[in-house]
């Protein structure tokens, strides 16, 4: 994180402060700092504590609870990858029911095939999946940190805390969720505001106008070489919360990450604008890449006004591959927009500096010819 980032762990801290009241600072094995034993007892224990109760149903013992077909649970499962592997087991909760019934009132509720049904559950499970590993990683990367511990001893750890954490987090998980959720019916309640009453919809344009770029760290391999691996996710996670920071602030958002990339969208070409040249503007520290009296890192971006399908919390359209295009062939502090892209910014304001480069020969484009977008300084 770039504000408040934790100091570096002590060598020793305060009594109050160890993983566990007997366990020395400097541990170094999963015998020291943890008050269980780990092995397939400590599973069950996690799992009882995790999932809210135990696992006490067979497969055919969940058909015959919730009343679904095998199938239905098959493919569920599968969609939130957790297949089926041990059908004989006891593998299913009592909140697995729940879960599977309520599923199936919303699918059957909203008269939905097997193909939305299966992007809604591939969403949640994909997502939650990426979560459940991003926050335990964080929380395994802060306790190594805060109490000097190695990658093993910090997992153990982690281990003995999660339970305790799974509560909050759930519900925390559930407010984001809502928050975002209004934030994107807000929005299309705005921008879809007239559209019941217009006559003509273009069945072949792809639907959503959108400012859409992207922002590539400048020498990141070079950079990044000979970084350890608390050092490279330091320098990942840093360039993401300051690219994210400055997107935001600016009213737009980010769609991904790619490494050394972000892609971001906005509303109206003057939001990408603003984003962009914020982007490309920022300092190596504003933006993570470089921390105060090292060598600035840059960022280069390209942007277009363009057309793009929304699906699987990703955009897609010929202009997401032109914005990365245009970001290949900036310079570093630069940003790079298509001609159509111009020509907007140029009738909608005087603030847009415009200058049109050289035609040069793009794969997968074709000839192009990108004008750099700066701002236009009044004197």
Known sequence: MLENEPDRAESAPAPEDRP??????????????????????TATRLDEEILGGPRQYTFSEIVERTGLDRKKIEDFWRWMGLPVTHPTDKWFTASDVTALREIDEVFEAQEMDARARMAF????????????????????EHLARRYGLDETSARLLAL?????????????????????????????AIEFAGARDEADHDAHQLPLPRAVGFADVV???????????????????????????????????????IGDAILFVADDAE?????????AEATGESLGTAAPNEPEIPVRVGFVWGRVLSRFGDVFGPSVNLASRLTDQAEPS?????????????????????TSQPVREVPGIGPLAPVRLQRAYTG
């Open 271 to 279: 939001t990408g604008a603003q984003v962009a040249l914020n982007l």
């Open 219 to 257: 020498s990141f391999t070079k950079r990044t070489a000979g970084l350890e691996s608390a050092e490279l996710a330091d320098f990942v996670q840093r360039f993401e919360a300051g690219a994210r920071d400055i997107i935001t602030n600016c009213g737009g958002r980010v769609v991904k990450t």
């Open 20 to 41: 566990h009241q007997d366990a020395p600072a400097d541990s170094s094995g999963p015998e020291h700092g943890h008050s269980h034993a780990f092995g397939s007892d």
């Open 334 to 354: 630069t940003v790079l927009v298509d001609k159509a892209t111009a020509d907007i910014l140029a009738a909608s304001s005087s603030q847009y500096a415009l």
């Open 160 to 188: 003995d805390r999660l339970p305790d954490l799974a509560e909050i987090l759930g519900r925390q998980l559930e407010h984001a969720w809502r928050r975002q959720l209004a934030a994107l019916t807000g929005r299309m």
């Open 121 to 140: 559950v591939r969403a949640m499970g994909h997502t939650t999946e990426r979560l459940a590993l991003w926050q335990v990683e964080a929380l395994v």
